[in-house]
């Protein structure tokens, strides 16, 4: 089995809320990896940049998390990690971590149109679902 390329993206989603259509297929244009707790996580962020050397693009909370539990992370991110921390809650809005120029993060609020176009032109969902919102 050869290796994947592709740049990844990490996510935690709420098991019991209705699913996204993440597009995992091999050809989509990042590898989604799903974890299973946000306390996971900064552990794999860690591991996936430090001793895995892999490339994460971004990291996305779907509504797996409380409000305390997303900003232990935000405090918490790895300074070599220099991807999109992207936090969805459960009304669809959210908050988009990202760095800035220079040193440290900036946290923007996102709107749920936002969200929306945030994850249509990462290419994070499958065209199915990315054509009902557009």
Not at 36 to 46: D, G, K, P, W
Request: net charge negative.
């Amino acid at each position: 089995m050869k290796p994947d390329p592709r740049r990844i993206t990490l996510v935690n989603r709420h098991p019991e809320l209705e699913e996204r259509e993440w597009d995992c297929s091999p050809h989509a244009s990042t590898r989604i990896i799903f974890v299973r707790a946000v306390s996971i996580l900064e552990y794999a962020l860690r591991n996936a940049l430090a001793e895995l050397e892999r490339d994460v693009e971004r990291v996305v909370i779907d509504r797996g998390a409380k409000a305390e539990e997303c900003l232990d992370l935000l405090a918490r991110i790895p300074h070599e990690f220099q991807g999109d921390l992207l936090i969805i809650r459960e009304d669809g809005s959210g908050f988009l971590s990202a760095c800035a120029r220079g040193d440290g993060r900036m946290l923007y609020p996102l709107s749920v149109i936002d969200i929306e176009f945030y994850l249509a032109t990462h290419g994070l969902l499958a065209e199915e679902q990315q054509r009902m919102t557009a």
